[in-house]
T-cell receptor
Framework: RKEVEQDPGPFNVPEGATVAFNCTYS??????FFWYRQDCRKEPKLLMS???SGNEDGRFTAQLNRASQYISLLIRDSKLSDSATYLCVVKWAGNQFYFGTGTSLTVIP | EAQVTQNPRYLITVTGKKLTVTCSQN?????MSWYRQDPGLGLRQIYY???????DKGDVPEGYKVSRKEKRNFPLILESPSPNQTSLYFC??????????????FGEGSRLTVL
């Protein structure tokens, strides 16, 4: 079983749509959780950290459910510029980071 | 400008010819790490370093070596490259090591092909 699993998509949504991605992780002792964004052939960049209480940054909302070991990302009012691959990242003790394979999003005009 | 710099960005080499991919960061970060990214497998951690002279294996360390003699540099060494090491490699750094460390700053990536 992979440490972090994501639906690879692709998700093709019209501008203005709301889209949600989920991610599950295998290690119940995981310490920290993040969403990164990766544009085609570019380096990943931090989109947001995910806190137990849930957190929001503009049109983006992240949730963590430790009991079920899943993380979600909600994007509201999708923009063309949101088209990218979204990576779910889990950090274990000992500074080992595990990345999901990514979920591909294309926002269509 | 704060950045992580990798070199070379692109390299084609042959099996068995030793190579080094350099990584340098100018943010005074303690934590540095190397990843490889392959289709369908995502990013996998090769090695990481929490500070000078401290390195640890990640998920896929076989066939790689690293060193951390200076805080800013963390080179990745392939002593005898093989075709299964053909991949896109990323170096990353972070300000602090510890449970809340999260924001990894990545280099632009090094695309390596081993023939």
């Amino acid at each position: 079983r992979k440490e972090v699993e994501q639906d690879p998509g692709p998700f093709n949504v019209p501008e203005g749509a709301t889209v949600a991605f989920n991610c599950t992780y295998s290690n119940s002792a995981s310490q920290s959780f993040f969403w990164y964004r990766q544009d085609c052939r570019k380096e990943p960049k931090l989109l947001m950290s995910v806190y137990s209480s849930g957190n929001e940054d503009g049109r983006f909302t992240a949730q963590l459910n430790r009991a079920s070991q899943y993380i979600s990302l909600l994007i509201r009012d999708s923009k063309l510029s949101d088209s990218a691959t979204y990576l779910c990242v889990v950090k274990w003790a000992g500074n080992q980071f595990y990345f999901g394979t990514g979920t591909s999003l294309t926002v269509i005009p | 400008e704060a950045q992580v710099t990798q070199n070379p960005r692109y390299l084609i080499t042959v099996t068995g010819k030793k190579l080094t991919v350099t990584c340098s960061q100018n943010m005074n970060h303690e934590y540095m790490s190397w990843y490889r990214q392959d289709p369908g497998l995502g990013l996998r951690q090769i090695y990481y370093s929490m500070n000078v002279e401290v390195t640890d294996k990640g998920d896929v360390p076989e066939g790689y070596k690293v060193s951390r003699k200076e805080k800013r540099n963390f080179p990745l060494i392939l002593e005898s490259p093989s075709p299964n090491q053909t991949s896109l490699y990323f170096c990353a750094s972070s300000l602090r090591a510890g449970p809340r460390t999260g924001e990894l700053f990545f280099g632009e990536g090094s695309r390596l092909t081993v023939l």
